[in-house]
């Protein structure tokens, strides 16, 4: 008889031995090293805030501290600044998921589940990239082919071509003679590669373009506050396989002007067209905008220039990511010499702020430059010039959670 | 309550069946224990105690994300790599006897994708459209995953009428724009 899958896997999970599998010692340790650095991190904004209001230091880079926030106003329309997060249909499963915009190299690389934590940021900005389940069709239609599936690839082409042809015999075309041609040229080029069960091959047709209209609202209890990622948008998206993505930017201010949104924990969602052919702005109807998520968003204090730096370093001509000064020590005896200076730093975004203070030119700051792993620790660089100085910046992340920015200035010749 | 004695009263209370359902997809025992032990800290490293309610059901959907990151890692770097490894051999701790043994001996067969299917629907009791949202696929997607998984484990079990996935709606793959 053939055994009962549900019974099967409840009888493997759930009446196994009552004994602990592992000591939870060791795993405790592990937490706690974790939880302290997380909470000595805050601890020293608010310390480090305070000191810095006393010394008359600004705020760069991060929010500016504030307490106002967009006002609810219960019959604004959908998915508009102060309205309601009910003002969409409940939702009943979501092709849209959201994958973690941070440069923590150890966070998940996967799809948040709604809930999970999306960013803890002290900047301006959150920068999230939002994937999109796509449907064989759409996958097909889309005309991209995923990595290294060549022999399913070469089904579908060939699947696809005969289709094309098909139709146009029966003078109901859908590719006209050269889109015939073209796909005849897909169905060599994959079974060339095919013949090859080693190659990598990706294969991605004029016409891998997929559509969505996709919107991120940040809210505070149920209000929306925040509005993003849709303003002259053509909601093209890059599709891999069944996945589409895209990036998509919200700006941390009240939709209603008001300025910097005050630190606390918002939900983030994103709208999204549920007709999946995508449409005009001015084309939505309520019935068709739906809700994925919620996740958190964090918004941390925003700190301070570190305090404490020696009085000859150039703070005019250097400004340094906010957070607590390590170190900071010339390169060598020479009073001509650069600096090194170490600055421990809090938030998500600690990278993306550093180089956006220093204005580095020729670094889009939403992409990682050089990363590399050595242990339990991570390091981001990236190099660049501004007048007077060669730069390096590393931002060094332990799977601790602790995290540190390095610049390394050194003077150019002058 | 401490997070210290939520953690305690957690793994040993549910510790064991938390393994057992890592094992059912990673299919073997030192793997399960280290998913394990990599979600609590997850989840305990931010989670606050007045959560402790969920804390299980959260864990468990970090293992499956934990799982899954793994296996796009793998592919990613991987991609001329064959996509399913095949585990060592089954715990005999764990499939104690009888049909456990065997329905987790044949989960092995199944690539990472159709046997967290196969774990979400028949030991987490989801729809299909609710296993596409915690994969981030599509529903149709689950389909073809849980119609392959069948394939596969039929000769293996003899029919299992369960993964029939007839209560969603067919997309014709490749139709007309």
Redesign the interface.
């Known amino acids: 008889m053939s055994p009962d899958l549900t019974r099967a896997l409840h009888d493997a999970v759930d009446t196994g031995p009552d004994d602990s599998p592992f000591s939870v010692d060791a795993l405790t340790g592990r937490i706690r090293r974790r939880r302290t650095v997380r909470a000595a991190s805050r601890g020293g904004v608010a310390v480090g805030a305070a000191g810095a209001v006393a010394l008359g230091a600004v705020w760069m880079g991060g929010r500016a501290p504030s307490s106002a926030l967009p006002a609810a106003r219960p019959d604004a329309a959908q998915g508009t600044c102060g309205s309601p997060v009910a003002a969409f249909p409940p939702a009943t499963g979501s092709p849209v998921t959201l994958l973690p915009g941070t440069s923590d190299p150890f966070a998940s690389v996967g799809a948040l589940a709604p809930g999970e934590s999306a960013a803890r940021l002290t900047g301006r900005t959150f920068v999230g990239q939002v994937a999109v389940a796509l449907s064989p069709e759409q996958s097909f239609n889309a005309s991209a082919v995923a990595q290294g599936e060549t022999e399913a690839a070469l089904q579908q082409l060939q699947a696809a071509l005969a289709l094309a042809r098909r139709q146009a015999a029966a003078g109901r075309p859908t590719l006209d003679a050269q889109g015939i041609a073209e796909l005849e040229g897909r169905v060599a080029r994959a079974g060339e590669a095919n013949a090859d069960a080693s190659a990598v091959l990706q294969i991605v047709g004029p016409d891998a373009i997929y559509r969505r209209d996709l919107q991120l609202l940040l809210a505070h209890g149920s209000t929306v506050v925040a509005v993003g990622g849709h303003e002259n948008d053509d909601g093209e998206m890059f599709v891999q396989g069944e996945t589409a993505l895209r990036t998509l930017e919200l700006g941390l201010q009240g939709c209603d002007e008001s300025g910097d949104l005050p630190p606390g924990t918002y939900d983030l969602y994103v709208a999204y067209d549920t007709d999946s052919a995508g449409g005009a702005e001015a084309d939505r109807i309520p019935e068709d905008r739906a809700l994925a998520g919620p996740w958190t968003v964090d918004l941390l204090a925003a700190e301070p220039q570190p305090t404490g730096l020696p009085s000859e370093f150039p703070t005019d001509e250097l400004p340094l990511a906010g957070g607590r000064l390590v170190s900071a020590e010339r390169l060598s005896p020479s009073p001509t010499s650069g600096w090194r200076v170490v600055v421990e730093v809090d938030g998500d975004d600690a990278l993306r702020q550093s180089v956006e203070l220093l204005a580095l030119p020729g670094h889009d700051t939403t992409r990682t430059v050089e990363q590399a792993v050595d242990g339990a620790t991570a390091t981001t660089s990236l190099e660049g010039s501004i007048a007077g100085w060669d730069v390096t910046i590393a931002a060094e992340l332990t799977e601790a959670g602790d995290q540190s920015i390095t610049y390394t200035f050194v003077p150019t010749t002058r | 309550m401490s997070?210290?004695a939520d953690?305690?009263r957690l793994?040993?209370?549910r510790?064991?069946?938390l393994?057992?359902?890592a094992?059912?997809l990673v299919g073997d025992m030192a793997s399960a224990?280290d998913l394990?032990?990599d979600a609590?800290?997850r989840t305990?490293?931010?989670r606050r105690t007045e959560e402790i309610t969920w804390v299980e059901a959260?864990v468990r959907?970090t293992i499956l994300?934990?799982y899954?990151?793994g296996y796009?890692?793998r592919?990613r770097f991987a991609?001329?790599t064959p996509l399913v490894a095949t585990p060592d051999a089954v715990d005999d701790d764990?499939?104690a006897a009888?049909?456990?043994a065997?329905?987790?001996r044949a989960l092995t067969v199944l690539s990472p994708r159709e046997r967290a299917c196969?774990?979400l629907r028949?030991?987490d009791?989801l729809t299909l459209?609710?296993i596409?949202?915690?994969?981030?696929?599509?529903?149709?997607?689950v389909k073809?995953y849980l119609s392959d998984a069948r394939h596969r484990l039929e000769p293996l079990?003899?029919?299992?009428p369960?993964?029939g996935t007839e209560d969603v709606a067919t997309?014709?793959?490749?139709?007309?724009?």
């Open positions: 997070w210290e953690l305690d793994v040993s209370e510790g064991s069946a393994v057992a359902y094992y059912l224990e394990v032990q609590l800290v305990y490293s931010r959260y959907r994300h934990t899954l990151d796009r890692a592919t991609a001329v764990v499939a009888g049909d456990r065997d329905v987790a196969v774990v028949f030991y009791d459209p609710e596409g949202l915690r994969l981030g696929v599509s529903p149709g997607a073809r079990l003899g029919p299992q369960g993964l997309i014709t793959r490749g139709g007309a724009r």
